[in-house]
Structures are given as C-alpha cells and as structure tokens.
C-alpha cells in the first residue's frame, strides 16, 4: 500500500480539502504541521493518534512540525455548547514548557509556538493585514460558531479560528508549509487557514482531518470529558495506561491497534484472527498495551507494568516495590494507620462492617496481609510488616484492595 491507502485502510482520513492531495501525499515530500492548545501540561491518548500521523508521514519523507498554541491557548477554542474557562497567561507559559518537552521527547520533531509570530502584532495590524480577508458571513458558516448563534458566541471566541488561519498562513510564508493535518473538530479551522492563503497569498495550501479516537462508548478522550489518559507517566503510569488498553472493549481494540500503533495491516489482520478464535487471551489488547507503552516510555516501562499486574493478580504483593505498590495501588481505598490489631485495622477502616463480620473473613480465609492469607485477629499490625516501613496491602476476597500507610 502507498501512504494515502494505508491511511484510509487505518480509519484515519476524515476530510481532505482536495482530491489533488492523494497524489500530493504519495509523490512529493510536503512540510505539513500538527497543533495542540496548550489547556494541560502533557498531552493525553486523544493526542497521541493525531501526532502519531506526523511520524507516520515523517516515515515517507514528509517534514512534520509540532505546533504548541501559546497565543491560541490564551483565548481558547470554542466549545459546541458554551465558552471555555480561560486560563491565566502563567498557567498558560507553564502547560507550553511542558508539552514543548513532551512533543520533543516523543515524537522528537521541530516544536513551534505560535505566540511567537503573534505576541507582536497589534489589533490594527490584525484587522488590516487578516481580518479584512475573511468574511464574516464566511465565519458564520462554519458549524462550530453556526451552532453557538443561538446560545451566544463572544467575539473573543469568534476570532479563533482566524487566529488558527493566520497561524497556517505564517508557516507558509516562514517554513514552507502547505498542508495543515488535525482532529476532525479542527476541520473549520483548517478550511479558514486555506481560504485566507488564497486570497491573501494567491496560493492554494492543503487540508486534512482524522476521526477523533473513541472509547468504547463513543465518547472522545479528553480532559474536559473526564477521560484523560495522560502521556505523561507522572500523571497516567504506565501501569495505569496498561491496565486501560489491557481492558479494552473487544468492539474497538482492533481500530485502536489501526490508529495507535505502526504494526503492518498483515500484522493487525492476524492479531485479529487470533483474537476471535480466542478472545479470552486477549491476543488484541496485549499487543496494543506493547506497542503504546513501548513508543511513549520504553520496554522496561512495559515489564514493569505487566510485572506489577501479574504480581496484584496472583497476590504475591512481596514480589512489588514501595514504588510499583503505589503505582498499582493509586485510586485503591487508603487510610492512616498506626499500631493495632488486625481485627481492628479491618474495622476502624471499614474493611469489615463489624468485628463479627471481621471475624468472619479471618476464619473463612478471606483475608491477606501483604499477599499472605491471614486469620489471627490478634495479629499486631506494626511497621516491622509494612513493606519498607511504610504500608501495608489488605486485600478482601479476590480483588478488592485497601492501602494502610504508616506515617
């Protein structure tokens, strides 16, 4: 397959803004750029689709650019449903800095900031030299601000997307860039960046959206949504990452495996084979937590990951670290604790509704401490069984956990 072909066949072409792109993407070598608004400090799984198209065309020849919007991220893109709560010019500087570092760190292609080339230019300048290109019931037209009329729209927000236009116009005119690839919410921005390049610049530059990627019920992934999967493993472990696309719905796995890994198609289609003989193995879901966890943190950040969820799978806790415990153990139920018994660390912490109830998982077997089966209530919980002095892991029947931390 050709670039286009493999594109399509991964689902990731939603929209191109010329039928001469195909040939454009198959036979020349484009410099084409990639943007994010700063809104976090690191980019989450919503991301890593739409900028992982930059490495997949860097792999024909094409020049990505990652664009971080230091002056777009001030004023902020417009929501379908109301306006999106500004953040402070600080918060801003901050969120730019860090995905600056990711991006390079990442993908470890050319990062620019479109604060930069805009920070400069006063509202006369802007009104002369791009507003009078655009008009305004062209802008009108456009489905995200069409939707908001009704409810309202601020000029602040208004001007968004030409702001985004004159960003697509300035790396023409400064680093030769002719295509703009983004999130399919983008498509109106795109369109305003094409339009005011032909008639400001009299030349025609080149568009193109990919589906936004999904969860399971049919939700974007984002940090307005709630659903954040960072990329920065200080925020999602790699644990925490494995254990999300280890338990990926069977009704989406194989498209992520087409949109967020580069394994062939012949290697998808007999992943998929397999997965369908046999789904308990979860063949699919394994090989997509490899391939994400591998390209964003490294083999040794996979092991480790698979080591942890092995280890709380089979309950052998005294196999962890104090660092993969709290890893693994990060939204388990926690609690204080200081030396007591166990009966009375199970009732204080509400382990067990009553000392009758405690007693009873303690003789049924149903109770462990640190991965060992316990049933003495008498037990004296103190430091010297705290793994490194420092906590101890209950767990209750088969799965579920608590986390006692000594101070």
């Not at 600080?90 to 604060?115: D, P, S």
């Not at 930069?116 to 030299?129: G, H, P, V």
Request: net charge negative; charged share 30%; proline share 2%.
């Amino acid at each position: 397959m050709n670039l286009f072909e493999d594109l399509k066949w991964r689902g990731l072409i939603k929209d191109i803004s010329s039928p001469e792109l195909e040939k454009k993407l198959n036979e020349e070598k484009l410099t084409f750029y990639i943007g994010t608004d700063p809104t976090a400090d690191s980019m989450h799984i919503g991301h890593f689709s739409s900028f992982l198209i930059a490495s997949r065309l860097a792999k024909y020849g094409h020049k990505p650019i990652l664009l971080i919007g230091g002056a777009t991220g001030l004023i902020g893109d417009p929501k379908p449903s109301k306006e999106r709560q500004m953040i402070t010019k600080e918060e801003v500087l901050k969120n730019v800095e860090g995905l600056t570092r990711q991006a390079k760190e990442i993908f470890g292609f050319e990062v620019v900031n479109n604060y930069d080339w805009t920070k400069d230019i006063n509202i006369l300048d802007f009104l002369r030299d791009y507003g009078k290109y655009i008009n305004v019931n062209y802008m009108l037209d456009k489905d995200i601000i069409a939707r908001r009329l009704d409810s309202g729209i601020t000029f602040c927000e208004f001007a968004y997307t030409l702001l985004q236009g004159m960003d697509f116009v300035h790396l023409y005119e400064d680093k030769g860039v002719t295509l703009q690839v983004a999130g399919s919410d983008q498509w109106g921005n795109i369109t305003t960046g094409i339009e005011l390049a032909r008639k400001k610049n009299d030349v025609e530059l080149f568009g193109m959206t990919m589906p936004l990627v999904l969860d399971a019920n049919g939700v974007k992934f984002g940090k307005t949504e709630g659903n954040a999967l960072w990329l920065d493993k200080s925020k999602t472990s790699s644990y925490e990452l494995y254990q999300y696309l280890i338990n990926s719905d069977d009704a989406v796995v194989i498209d992520y495996l087409k949109k967020l890994t580069f394994l062939s198609k012949e290697e998808i289609e007999k992943i998929a084979r397999e997965h369908q003989e046999t789904p308990e193995k979860r063949i699919a879901q394994k090989a997509l937590a490899h391939e994400v966890i591998t390209f964003l943190h490294g083999e040794g950040e996979f092991n480790k990951a698979v080591h942890i969820s092995e280890a709380l799978f089979s309950g052998n806790i005294k196999e962890l670290s104090l660092e993969e415990i709290e890893d693994g153990m990060k939204d388990v139920p926690n609690f204080k604790i200081e030396e007591e018994t166990l009966l009375d660390v199970l009732v204080n912490n509400k382990i067990a509704t009553s000392r009758r109830e405690a007693r009873e998982f303690l003789k049924a077997g149903s109770i462990t401490l640190n991965g060992e089966k316990v049933n003495d209530e008498n037990i004296l919980v103190t430091k010297s069984l705290a793994i490194e002095n420092k906590v101890i892991i209950i767990r209750k029947g088969k799965k579920k956990y608590y986390m006692g931390i000594f101070a």
